[in-house]
Every structure is written in C-alpha cells, then in structure tokens.
C-alpha cells in the first residue's frame, strides 16, 4: 500500500526577516565597511536578507568591545554569569519555533532537525554551561578566563555551533567576537537580538558577519586570546599554520570521514536506520557522518537490499514540510562539490545507485546516493563529501574491518553495530575516533564531549571537557 | 705500577630497542662544561629520524593496548633500574652540568623520584580524565582519555637527566610512544638513560632516542606526517614556531615552550593531558 502525503508546511509567517542586517558590535548592530552580500534560501534561491561584510577594521573594533567588555564580564560572580545564560537559554526556548524556521530558511535543513535536533540541543547547550558557570572550581581546569574569544562556525548547524562556542566560553568568563559562516548568518543575528533581549552587558557577544577574510580578520587578530574554529581540515590548517609562536589557544572541530561497520551478527533493521540516520540526516552536512558503510560480507547483499528499500521511501523536497526528510544542499557551491566527487566515484569504477526521486526545479538538490564496489583508493572512500552519498565497503573479519576503518587521516567519529557485547567495545577500543557510536549514530548531547583525533582536530566540545578549552591551563 | 687505561663508552643512538650509529656515518664531539672533551656522539640525520619514527608507530599498539597496571610497573622498574645506576649518572651529570657531585646527585634523586610519581599515575588518570555522561535519553554515555599516538619530544638543552626524564615519563605513561631528541649540548645521560630503559621490560621502540643538532632534526620530526603530536619544551623560539608551523600540516598536537621550566616544582597533569585524546562512547540501553 502506498501512502500519499499531503503537504504540511511550517509556517514562515513566525519570523520576521529584516531586509538588511548589521553587525553586533558592543550591543548594538553597526553598519559594515565592507560590500554587503545577499544569503539566500538554498530550497528556493530566493534572497532572504542582505549581510553587512565586516573588515579588518570592523573586527577590530569588535575585538576592542570585547576586550572592553572582558573586564566586567570575568568580574562578575560565576553565579551571576550562570544568571545570564539561563536567560539565553529560556528566551531560545521561548523563540524556538521561529529560530528553528529562520534556520531551515537559510540552511535548507527539513524543519523536523531544525525543530526536534538543532533547537533543542541549542537550548540545553546553554542550560549545561550555564550550570557550569558557578562550579568551575570543581572541574579540574582551573577557574581563569582566557580572555577574548575568536570563533569561526559552519554552516551545517548555524544556531548549534553557535552554541557550542559561546555557551562554555561565557560561562567561563571569556567575551566573544564569532563569525557565522557566510551563506546561513540569520540566526547568528536572531540570537545578537536575544543577547540584547537578556540584557547581556555589551560588547560580551559579538557577532561579525562576512567571508573567509572576515575569519581570517577574526583568528589572527593580536588581541585575540583563544581560536575557536569549526570547518573543513584545509582552513584548520591554515589556522594552526598562522597561530603558531603565539600564545593563542586552538581548538579545532574538523573533518571526518566516519566509518560505519555493520557485523554479521547486527540487528540489520536497526542497522538498516543507523545507516540512514548517520549518512542523510542533514544532507549528510555532518562533519561526523557515517560515510563509509563497511558491511560484513556474509550480510552485505541482504542489507544492501533493506537499505535501498529504506531509502525509496524518504521524502526530499521542501525543507518547511513537515514531512520532509531530506532538505536542499546548502549552497551552489557545496553542491558541485558533492556533484563533482559522485562523479569521481563513478569515473573511478564504483556503483551508483539512487532511489527514484524527483528533484524540485528550483534550489539546489542532490538524491540521496550510495556507491557500491568502493575500495579504499577511490576518493569517495578517502575524501569528505559533505553530502547525501554514501560509500559501501566490505569486509570479512573484525580485524579487516577495524583496520580499513582507521586507514584514514579523519579520526572524527565511528559506528558499530553487533549484538556482542565483548565486541562493541573491542572495536570501540581499537578505532581512533573522539566519538563511537554502538547501535546508534549521530547522537549529540550538551553533556558529552565531542571532537577528533588526528587529522579532525584537537580539543572537546560539550561536557565537563568543553571547559578546558576555555580555561588557562593549571600546570 | 703503571695505571690502566680505561675503556670507553661508544654512545650511539637508541632505536627500537638496539643501539645503532647514525645511518649518516657522523658524529660531533661532546665537552664538558669547562670545555674538556667527553666523548664523540652519533649526529643523527633524517632518516635516523624516519627509521625512529617507524619503530615508534611499529610499538605504538603494543604499549598502548598494555594494561595502566603493566605501563606502570615497567616505568616503576625504571625508577629502579636509574637507582641502581645512580653513581654513573652522578658523574655523567657532573662532568655535562659542571656541578658538585653532592648537587648532581640531588638531580639524579629527583629523576628518580619523578618516574616513580609518574608510574603511579598510569591507572590513575583515566579517572581523573573520563567521565559517564548524563546524556538526555536512554543511553549509556562513557568518556574515556586514550594515547595520542606517536609523540616527537625535543629535550630540553639544560636538565640532561632531570629534564629528559620530567618530558618522557608523562608521554610514555598513557600509552604514547615517542622519539626524543637529547639535549645537544649534554647528550650523553640520555644514551646512559637508554641503556636503563633497554634494562626495565620496556619494549623496544616505546622510547627512541637521538642524539645531534636539534635545529635539524625537529623540523623533519614536526613535519613527519605519521607524528601525531610534539612537544617543543625544548626548542627555542625561533625553532618552536617554524616546528609548530610544519606540524599544522597535520594537526599534530603541540606542547609550546613555556619559558624556563622549573623541574622542580610540581609538575601537575598537563604534560600528560596535552598528548590524551578523549573518546566517547555511546550506547542504547533497553531490554
């Protein structure tokens, strides 16, 4: 039996765009010296808002407000910093509906993630730190403030990123100058307005919107005491590259190339859903996704058949409709990339294979695409996509598989599935990954940390460990 | 009654457990702090690099797989074996340091006495380090400190005992292997601190030691891609930024020189967390 879906459209009505937006500098939101560019709705192309473009110059005044305001900030009781992001955080919750809109808007991401995923760990984020504000004596890092905060974010989970950066740096006692990524700034600016709405003092938070030279303007400012970055391994490098003989803190949340190992004993129903959810959840815009499957052999065939059935009934269209699961990519750009490396992985022998679907006309759309026939070489296998493309690997023992898992730079995260207890961990222990997910993947948590080995960064954001990256070391 | 002639010590390099002499044939002469000669001492070269950085990763998962308990009996032996040796390096530190035997001594009791602190925090840090997390769902959630992996260690130049010791034991106490570049200046306790470590079931390759000029060794150390983290104390500041810069090529972790060391103050867990990775592990719990 087949099911016909009405359209169930979230309303837009909810948020109200502004035709152009400033920058948030010491509380206030100031014109841009640099030329203003346009954010569009990457489902539809239509414009949304015009962007001030920040300059060196405008970033350093921000860098000043927040200098300025980092007196006051760390002077303040923790307990009454805590008082601050509570208020974030109830305001977040109070605006939830509208945030999460404004984000499928400019992101392109199904309004379901937007509402059930993003909005309610961005609120809990701030809960957490909030908590932590008053209690830092009791974690282990010490209880000094660096002092200001540069942070770049993507454009995968613009209001979550932001979170993840601000919510520990405040409550820590640093001040914040943070650049959301260029092609989804409207919820930064939403949340400059929650920032004034909590009577957050002034120059605490600021936000500077632009391009990669704005970043760059951000991270290498002198009087910047801590990098914060979250972004593809290329600029985390350039990052290090331009930090290094000074005294700035890094922190860096790259790229991944997440291997998913489905044993013979799997439950491959759930397996089957722990695939989907690792690889498409966001257009598989997750610097974590699941994109390489590696299946036992002796299953390959028979989960390969239930996930291709799986994957014909997901429904992409309309990020707003409430039944969509898959969104529209989030740029032209990222959408020749992912074009670009599929086309790579058929010219370099593998199997492509999507469900029938049709694309709308307008926007930018990609299918949802899984390789068969990948061997590690080929650059589907090796390189992130950043997309709705999944590569399907195979394997015969724990060992093959633990060790195809590793043969990548990445060490982002990782999934496995078995009904063995003894061997979830054994493979747990043996992958070199920050994050490893047993019978379920891309689980996030405001209490646990979050973060990379080798090539996909250093540091951990989200528990007790998202504070060290704040804190001036003890020792 | 004519007085013997003494034999002396060849100090070669330490790789993998054996003690081979530089690959490149050469060697640079050692004095000591009144400028007398001591000895002539192998001048490790790129590949007695690379060769270094190969037996490290080849013991990498051994010894991070091995028990805390297990790392820190064989670091506690270490401590034993150094005790046992003490006169030897009490000369060795004289003769490097220009100091008294009676402050020579002092530093070889505190080498001493910092491996033993560190065997302690094997199966200690972990604890210190992970965490169960209280995710929001039903879900077992477990934070757990892992080794780095591979660790470059340029030595500091003064402290040839003390300090040598005070930069290897945090590394090799969680799992890491490492490739030491020795002081350049007083290199010889380190090749005599190998021979300790080749004496106390530490498996070859678990700590390499090079001996030779600094300045050209650490940058093909901090730009070896399968290097996963550096410690720099040792580099001055032109060397630790152009090491830091070859090191972004990927994403090693990098301890950066913090001025003048005091190796005699507490030296808390930051030498050890600064090569710790945190894996988190998630699963459902149901019935």
Same mark, same amino acid.
């Given at each position: 039996m087949i099911f016909e879906y009405a359209p169930a459209p979230e309303s837009?009505?909810?948020?109200?765009?502004?035709? $152009?937006?400033?920058?948030?500098?010491?509380?206030?939101?100031?014109?841009? $010296? *640099?030329?203003?560019f346009k954010t569009v709705n990457p489902a539809s192309e239509e414009t949304l808002a015009e962007v001030a473009s920040a300059t060196e110059a405008d970033v350093d005044r921000a860098?000043?407000?927040?200098?300025?305001?980092? *007196?006051?900030?760390?002077?303040?009781?923790?307990?009454?910093?805590?008082?601050?992001?509570?208020r974030i955080a109830r305001i977040i919750q109070e605006r939830a509906r509208e945030l999460a809109v404004l984000e499928s808007l400019d992101n392109g991401k199904p309004i379901k993630e937007s509402r059930d995923v993003d909005l309610p760990l961005v609120a809990a984020h701030f809960f957490y730190y909030a908590g932590w504000a008053d209690k830092l004596a009791y974690a282990g890092y010490g209880t000094t403030p660096l002092g200001v905060a540069g942070q770049v974010i993507p454009w995968n989970f613009p209001l979550l990123m932001l979170a993840w950066k601000i919510a520990p740096a405040l409550a820590c006692g640093n001040t914040v100058v943070l650049k959301p990524a260029e092609t989804t700034p409207l919820t930064a600016l939403l949340f400059a307005e929650i920032c004034q709405q909590a009577d957050l003092p002034p120059g605490v938070v600021n936000i500077v919107t632009g391009a *990669?030279?704005?970043?760059?303007?951000?991270?290498?400012?002198?009087?910047? =005491?801590?990098?914060?970055?979250?972004? $593809?391994?290329?600029?985390?490098?350039?990052?290090?590259? +331009?930090?290094?003989?000074?005294?700035?803190?890094?922190?860096?949340?790259?790229?991944?190339?997440?291997?998913?190992?489905?044993?013979? =004993?799997?439950?491959?129903?759930?397996?089957?859903?722990?695939?989907?959810? @690792?690889?498409?959840?966001?257009?598989?815009?997750?610097?974590?996704?699941?994109?390489?499957?590696?299946?036992?052999?002796?299953?390959?065939?028979?989960?390969?058949? +239930?996930?291709?059935?799986?994957? $014909?009934?997901?429904?992409? @269209?309309?990020?707003?409709d409430k039944n969509t699961d898959i969104g529209a990519i989030n740029s032209a750009a990222q959408l020749a990339k992912i074009r670009e490396l599929s086309d790579t992985g058929e010219a370099e022998g593998a199997d492509r294979w999507s469900p029938a679907c049709s694309l709308p006309d307008k926007g930018f759309w990609f299918p949802p695409t899984v390789f068969t026939g990948v061997s590690q070489s080929h650059r589907i296998a090796r390189e992130e996509i950043f997309g709705p493309v999944l590569s399907v690997l195979t394997f015969r023992t724990p060992a093959e598989a633990v060790e195809k898992a590793n043969n990548t730079p990445y060490g982002l995260s990782a999934g496995v599935w078995t009904e063995k207890a003894s061997r979830m961990l054994w493979t747990a222990s043996k992958l070199r990954a920050g994050v490893v997910w047993s019978n379920t993947f891309n689980k996030f948590d405001p209490t646990s940390p979050f973060g990379g080995y080798k090539e996909s960064g250093y540091g951990r954001e989200g528990g007790r460990h998202g504070l060290e990256a704040y804190l001036k070391e003890i020792s | 009654m004519s007085e013997r002639l003494s034999v002396r010590k060849t100090y070669k390099l330490y790789i993998g457990g054996a003690f081979p002499r530089s690959e490149s044939g050469r060697s640079y002469v050692v004095t000591g702090a009144k400028g007398e000669f001591l000895a002539n001492?192998?001048?490790?070269?790129?590949?007695?690099?690379?060769?270094?950085?190969?037996?490290?990763?080849?013991?990498? %998962?051994?010894?991070?797989?091995?028990?805390?308990?297990?790392? /820190?009996?064989?670091?506690?032996?270490?401590?034993?074996m150094l005790e046992?040796?003490?006169?030897?390096?009490?000369?060795?530190?004289?003769?490097?340091?220009?100091?008294?035997?009676?402050?020579?001594?002092?530093l070889v009791d505190a080498a001493v006495d910092?491996?033993?602190?560190?065997? /302690?925090?094997?199966?200690?840090?972990?604890?210190?380090?992970?965490?169960?997390? %209280?995710?929001?769902? %039903?879900?077992?959630?477990?934070?757990?400190?892992?080794?780095?992996?591979?660790?470059?260690?340029v030595a500091p130049p003064m402290g040839p005992l003390f300090g040598l010791v005070s930069v290897i034991a945090p590394v090799i106490v969680t799992g890491n292997t490492c490739v030491v570049i020795a002081s350049e200046r007083a290199p010889l306790p380190s090749i005599t601190l190998a021979e300790v470590l080749a004496t106390s079931d530490l498996p070859g390759g678990v700590v390499n030691i090079l001996t030779g000029s600094s300045a050209e060794m650490a940058p093909w150390l901090a730009g070896h891609m399968d290097v996963n983290g550096i410690d720099l104390t040792g580099a001055d500041a032109e060397l630790a930024?152009?090491?830091?810069?070859?090191?972004?090529?990927?994403?090693?972790?990098?301890?950066?020189?913090?001025?003048?060391?005091?190796?005699?103050?507490? %030296?808390?867990?930051?030498?050890?967390?600064?090569?710790?990775?945190?894996?988190?592990?998630w699963h459902p719990i149901g019935i």
């Open positions: 837009r009505d909810v948020v109200d765009i502004r035709p $152009s937006y400033g920058l948030f500098i010491n509380g206030e939101f100031v014109d841009g $010296s *640099g030329t203003p860098v000043q407000a927040a200098r300025k305001a980092f *007196g006051v900030w760390s002077a303040l009781p923790g307990s009454e910093r805590a008082k601050y992001l509570f *990669g030279e704005t970043g760059a303007a951000v991270v290498g400012h002198p009087d910047v =005491d801590k990098v914060a970055f979250t972004g $593809s391994t290329e600029v985390g490098r350039l990052i290090a590259k +331009s930090v290094a003989g000074t005294n700035k803190k890094v922190t860096l949340e790259l790229g991944g190339k997440a291997a998913n190992i489905v044993f013979d =004993d799997a439950a491959i129903d759930q397996a089957v859903e722990g695939i989907v959810t @690792g690889i498409f959840f966001n257009q598989g815009h997750v610097c974590c996704a699941g994109s390489r499957l590696l299946v036992q052999e002796s299953v390959a065939e028979e989960l390969l058949s +239930s996930l291709k059935r799986r994957l $014909s009934t997901l429904r992409l @269209g309309d990020p707003l | 001492a192998s001048k490790a070269s790129r590949k007695d690099v690379r060769d270094a950085v190969t037996a490290a990763r080849k013991a990498f %998962p051994g010894w991070s797989a091995a028990t805390a308990y297990n790392r /820190g009996q064989i670091l506690y032996r270490i401590a034993e046992g040796r003490r006169s030897q390096f009490v000369s060795e530190v004289a003769e490097a340091d220009g100091v008294s035997g009676k402050k020579a001594g002092e910092r491996l033993v602190w560190y065997a /302690g925090w094997s199966d200690k840090i972990s604890s210190l380090r992970g965490s169960s997390n %209280p995710v929001a769902g %039903p879900y077992f959630n477990l934070s757990t400190p892992e080794p780095t992996g591979v660790v470059g260690i930024q152009k090491c830091e810069e070859l090191a972004a090529e990927n994403l090693k972790r990098v301890l950066r020189p913090n001025g003048k060391t005091d190796w005699a103050a507490d %030296p808390g867990t930051g030498r050890m967390t600064a090569f710790l990775e945190t894996k988190t592990v």
